[in-house]
């Protein structure tokens, strides 16, 4: 089938309640029609999600907003103009028709609007916003190819959209307008200097602080099965002699001492190519039955930000013994 052609077929399924991996610029998404609750349900229950855990709405219009929500602040109207279709996802007071699985019962909504032409084609043919999470099982990395999501859920999903490899590759960025000043609640593909330099500051949510307003802030989060060390100090390696160690490097490392598999998110160190190849290079050194995954530092400058947030919650706190 032609593209086009799929799309459409994939939006009659959506329309009919069925459940669609489809791909957006940051990560694949698991969708379905945001006003049919029984097809949100089997969303969370084919990711093993937490019913506490609320869902983002896709839309395909920066005007679908105003239906969606009771109203939106002058900052959120401001990012939305600069950074829609993109990687920014605003939490806002949500309007009563919204079905309280989508938001976990919570009064609030977030909502973005995707970039990737397939995502876009998918809500504007299913004549619906898109309720989706990343389509993974929960806890574990989000899909960045259409094969990560074969592999997690392929079974279990009416039908994989393929777009090919996510070009952002980390999750949107997640921005609360519920209180005075705007917050941070997730870093994400639009860096937090691009956000402060429309809005000027915002508040930032450290991890682990307070209860966390979206489990995608609980500390340990995005784990693969393999242990990432992010703490730890090359002086150190002799002690791991008879282990089989993977290592995530930023750019080419210079010693490669006794390493099993290196991956390296980007030869020239550039933070956006480290993004868009972060999970993936996770999940093939995950696949290696190793014993340990030591990270390197990122700059947290950028995406650098959501990178390092991402490696933390996948971490093993602690030291290496
Ligand atoms: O880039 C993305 O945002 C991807 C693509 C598919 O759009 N989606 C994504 O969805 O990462 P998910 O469900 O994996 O992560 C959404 C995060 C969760 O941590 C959730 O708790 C939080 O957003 N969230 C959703 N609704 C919220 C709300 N009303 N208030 C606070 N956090 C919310
Ligand atoms: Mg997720």
């Given at each position: 089938?032609?593209?086009?052609?799929?799309?459409?077929?994939?939006?009659?399924?959506?329309?009919?309640?069925?459940?669609?991996?489809?791909?957006?610029?940051?990560?694949?998404?698991?969708?379905?029609?945001?006003?049919?609750?029984?097809?949100?349900?089997?969303?969370?229950?084919?990711?093993?999600?937490?019913?506490f855990d609320p869902?983002?709405?896709?839309?395909?219009?920066?005007?679908?907003?105003?239906?969606?929500?009771?109203?939106i602040p002058s900052?959120?109207?401001?990012?939305?103009?600069?950074?829609?279709?993109?990687?920014?996802?605003?939490?806002?007071?949500?309007?009563?028709?919204?079905?309280?699985?989508?938001?976990?019962?919570?009064?609030?909504?977030?909502?973005?609007?995707?970039?990737?032409?397939?995502?876009?084609?998918?809500?504007?043919?299913?004549?619906?916003?898109?309720?989706?999470?990343?389509?993974?099982?929960?806890?574990?990395?989000?899909?960045?190819?259409?094969?990560?999501?074969?592999?997690?859920?392929?079974?279990?999903?009416?039908?994989?959209?393929?777009?090919?490899?996510?070009?952002?590759?980390?999750?949107?960025?997640?921005?609360?307008?519920?209180?005075?000043?705007?917050?941070?609640?997730r870093p994400g593909?639009?860096?937090?200097?691009?956000?402060?330099?429309?809005?000027?500051?915002?508040?930032?949510?450290?991890?682990?602080?307070?209860?966390?307003?979206?489990?995608?802030?609980?500390?340990?989060?995005?784990?693969?099965?393999?242990?990432?060390?992010?703490?730890?100090?090359?002086?150190?390696?002799?002690?791991?002699?008879?282990?089989?160690?993977?290592?995530?490097?930023?750019?080419?490392?210079?010693?490669?001492?006794?390493?099993?598999?290196?991956?390296?998110?980007?030869?020239?160190?550039?933070?956006?190519?480290?993004?868009?190849?972060?999970?993936?290079?996770?999940?093939?050194?995950?696949?290696?039955?190793?014993?340990?995954?030591?990270?390197?530092?990122?700059?947290?400058?950028?995406?650098?930000?959501?990178?390092?947030?991402?490696?933390?919650?996948?971490?093993?706190?602690?030291?290496?013994?």
């Amino acid at each position: 089938m032609r593209d086009k052609e799929l799309i459409q077929h994939a939006a009659e399924i959506i329309k009919r309640g069925g459940i669609v991996a489809f791909p957006t610029e940051t990560v694949y998404g698991l969708g379905a029609d945001a006003f049919n609750p029984l097809a949100v349900a089997r969303i969370f229950e084919v990711k093993r999600r937490p019913s506490f855990d609320p869902l983002i709405v896709h839309v395909a219009n920066p005007a679908d907003v105003k239906k969606l929500v009771k109203e939106i602040p002058s900052n959120a109207k401001k990012l939305i103009e600069r950074f829609w279709p993109g990687p920014l996802t605003v939490v806002l007071l949500k309007e009563e028709d919204i079905p309280d699985i989508v938001t976990a019962g919570l009064p609030t909504l977030a909502i973005r609007m995707p970039s990737h032409p397939m995502a876009l084609s998918l809500i504007k043919e299913s004549n619906s916003p898109i309720a989706a999470p990343s389509a993974n099982l929960f806890g574990y990395l989000s899909p960045t190819t259409a094969e990560h999501v074969q592999e997690q859920l392929g079974d279990q999903v009416d039908l994989i959209l393929d777009g090919g490899p996510c070009p952002v590759g980390v999750e949107s960025t997640i921005i609360s307008f519920l209180e005075e000043r705007p917050r941070l609640l997730r870093p994400g593909g639009v860096s937090l200097e691009e956000i402060e330099s429309i809005i000027g500051k915002v508040e930032i949510h450290a991890i682990g602080e307070e209860r966390p307003h979206a489990p995608g802030m609980l500390p340990r989060h995005y784990a693969p099965r393999t242990p990432i060390v992010l703490d730890w100090d090359k002086k150190n390696l002799d002690l791991l002699e008879d282990k089989k160690i993977g290592l995530l490097a930023f750019q080419e490392p210079k010693n490669y001492l006794k390493f099993q598999s290196i991956e390296v998110l980007s030869k020239k160190g550039d933070i956006r190519e480290a993004a868009a190849n972060l999970f993936a290079a996770i999940r093939r050194l995950d696949a290696l039955d190793l014993d340990l995954i030591l990270a390197e530092p990122i700059p947290e400058v950028g995406l650098g930000r959501a990178i390092m947030d991402r490696l933390r919650r996948a971490s093993t706190k602690g030291e290496i013994n």
